[in-house]
């Protein structure tokens, strides 16, 4: 794992405390599935957009490679 340090406002993280205790789970380990969480939900948008945009076009297939390398590239 790598840690990465993250600032946030007092409302956050109380929050963040909040459900974290609700959980029954540290605050990191509450931050880190929300964080991926929220990176699902941006990869959903981003194939969204990709998935409309190809059946405009008439689409080819991608392979995983070429969908990552277009998708990061955005």
Do not use: C, N
């Not at 605050?27 to 190809?54: F, Q």
């Amino acid at each position: 794992k790598t840690r990465i340090s993250i600032s946030a406002d007092k409302h956050m993280e109380q929050i963040l405390t909040k459900i974290a205790r609700r959980d029954g789970v540290p605050v990191a380990t509450k931050a880190h599935e929300l964080l991926e969480l929220a990176l699902e939900l941006e990869e959903d948008i981003v194939l969204g957009e990709i998935a409309a945009e190809r059946i405009k076009q008439g689409g080819k297939y991608l392979s995983h490679e070429e969908f990552w390398k277009q998708a990061l590239s955005r």
